[in-house]
C-alpha cells in the first residue's frame, strides 16, 4: 500500500491521457493536490478530469505543450507547493528504422526527452528557489533498455531519458530533491492501446513478449508511481523503477 499524501502538490505532464489520468486519479485519492499539464484544450480535457475527479480529491489542469519552455515554466510556477513533477507526456510513431523520417526522428525527441528536460529543469529551478525538496519522476518505459522492432526513434527517446534521470539526480541530490524514472511494460491504454488496435504486427508480438500474460494497465502504472512518490521511495535516486509484467525477460515461444 502507499503511503499517504495528504497536501502534497503534484504536477503531471501528458495529465489529459489514459495513464496520466490514472497518476492523477491514483495520487488524488492518496490526498495529493493534483495538476494535470496538458496540451489539450480544458474542453478536450474534460474527460480526463473527470477521470480523475472520481476519486473525490479532483485536479486542476492547465493547459501547456513540454516543448514550449515558457509555457512549461508558467505551468509549473502556478502548482504551490510543488512537491513532485512528473514527466509524462510522450508520443509514439511507429515506423521501421529504413523509413523513419528525419521529422518523425525530431518529434519524438522533442516530445519525449526534451520536453521532460523542460520538466525536470524547470521543477528543480523552482524548487530550489523556494528552498523546498522535491522530487522529480518521469515516465519511461522497458523498451529504454530493450529494441523493439519499428519504433527505433521511440526507444532512443526513453534511453535517453534514464541517462538525463541520472544526470539529474546526481547533480541535485544536494538540494534535497529526488529524480526517477517509471518504466512501464506495454500497457492496455494510451500510446500502446493504439497501436494494438491498429497495427497487426504489433498486436502480434504483444500476445507473446509478456510473461505475466496480459497487458499492464494503466491503473497498475499509476500505483507504482505513487511508490516513487510516497515515504517509502525517500532513499532513492537515479533508479528506474522497472514495472513490465517481465516484458524485459525475453519470453520466449516452447
Known amino acids: 500500500m502507499s503511503s499517504r499524501l495528504d497536501g502534497a502538490g503534484i504536477a503531471i505532464t501528458g495529465g489529459a491521457g489514459d495513464i496520466g489520468a490514472a497518476m492523477g486519479r491514483e495520487l488524488s485519492g492518496l490526498g495529493a493536490s493534483v495538476t494535470l499539464i496538458d496540451r489539450k484544450t480544458p474542453e478536450e480535457a474534460e474527460p480526463w478530469l ?10 486542476s489542469y492547465v493547459q501547456a505543450d513540454v516543448r514550449d519552455r515558457g509555457a512549461v515554466d508558467e505551468a509549473l ?7 513532485v513533477a512528473i514527466g509524462n507526456a510522450g508520443i509514439v510513431d511507429a515506423a521501421p528504422f529504413l523509413e523513419v523520417t528525419e521529422e518523425q526522428w525530431r518529434e519524438h525527441l522533442d516530445a519525449n526527452l526534451t520536453g521532460c528536460f523542460n520538466v525536470g529543469q524547470s521543477a528543480a529551478r523552482l524548487m530550489v528557489d523556494r528552498g523546498t525538496p522535491g522530487r522529480i ?3 519511461s518505459s522497458w523498451v529504454q533498455e530493450v529494441p523493439w522492432p519499428e519504433i527505433s526513434a521511440y526507444s532512443v527517446s526513453k534511453a535517453g531519458l534514464r541517462m538525463l534521470a541520472r544526470s539529474m539526480a546526481r547533480e541535485l541530490a544536494r538540494h534535497g530533491i529526488l529524480v526517477n524514472v517509471i518504466a512501464p511494460g506495454i500497457v492496455s491504454a494510451g500510446l500502446a492501446k493504439r497501436q494494438m488496435e491498429t497495427e497487426p504486427q504489433y498486436a502480434r508480438r504483444v500476445r507473446n513478449v509478456i510473461p505475466l ?4 494497465t494503466a491503473e497498475q502504472v ?6 516513487l ?3 517509502a521511495a525517500d532513499y ?3 533508479s528506474t523503477l522497472l514495472a513490465d509484467g517481465g516484458c524485459s525477460l525475453f519470453q520466449f515461444e516452447e
Open 236 to 238: 532513492m535516486t537515479g
Open 137 to 139: 519522476i518521469f515516465t
Open 229 to 231: 512518490c510516497s515515504e
Open 77 to 83: 510556477a502556478s502548482v504551490e507547493p510543488l512537491d
Open 222 to 227: 499509476a500505483r507504482a508511481t505513487a511508490f
Open 213 to 216: 500474460g496480459e497487458p499492464q
Open 50 to 59: 473527470e477521470r480523475v475527479g472520481e476519486a473525490n480529491g479532483g485536479a
